[in-house]
């Protein structure tokens, strides 16, 4: 049987680096926004069963090649409950744009331009 099939397999190396770049800025900033060091979640991970030190857990994000079971225990131990990608700042293949974020306010959604209801009058005060 020949090799090198083109219908299976990774992508190539561009798109492939793409998606370690989003990866590996994902968790970043997970852990940014918690002000956490690799340290801090290397430590973290262990209760979960994973045995990284500090530089270790660097050096395997720093590289965006860590498996999805990793960044998986990592979002758990971070306390990440859901996940919203923006697929549109990056361009890797035919990928959905994410959808406008629907306001939770009242006042937001009932000023929209499929609202039926009327709108109060303002009363001005001088």
């Known amino acids: 049987m020949p090799r090198g099939n083109k219908e299976h397999g990774p992508p190539p190396k561009e798109q492939l680096d793409r998606w370690r770049n989003l990866a ?3 968790v970043q ?16 991970l262990r209760v979960e069963g994973f045995n ?5 857990l660097n050096r395997r994000l ?13 979002m758990k131990v971070l306390g990440v409950k859901t996940l919203e990608v923006q697929f549109a700042l990056m361009k890797v293949g035919r ?10 306010k009242p006042h937001e959604r009932a000023s929209s331009a499929h609202s039926t209801a009327p709108r109060p009058a303002r009363s001005r005060s001088k």
Do not use: Q, W
Not at 52 to 56: E, I, V, W
């Open 24 to 26: 590996k800025e994902t």
């Open 29 to 44: 900033d997970l852990m940014t926004a918690r002000s956490l060091t690799h340290e801090n979640v290397a430590k973290m």
């Open 52 to 56: 990284y030190d500090g530089p270790s």
């Open 62 to 74: 720093t590289r965006g090649n860590f498996p999805a079971v990793l960044m998986l225990a990592i």
């Open 95 to 104: 990928l959905r744009k994410p959808r406008p974020e629907k306001s939770s």
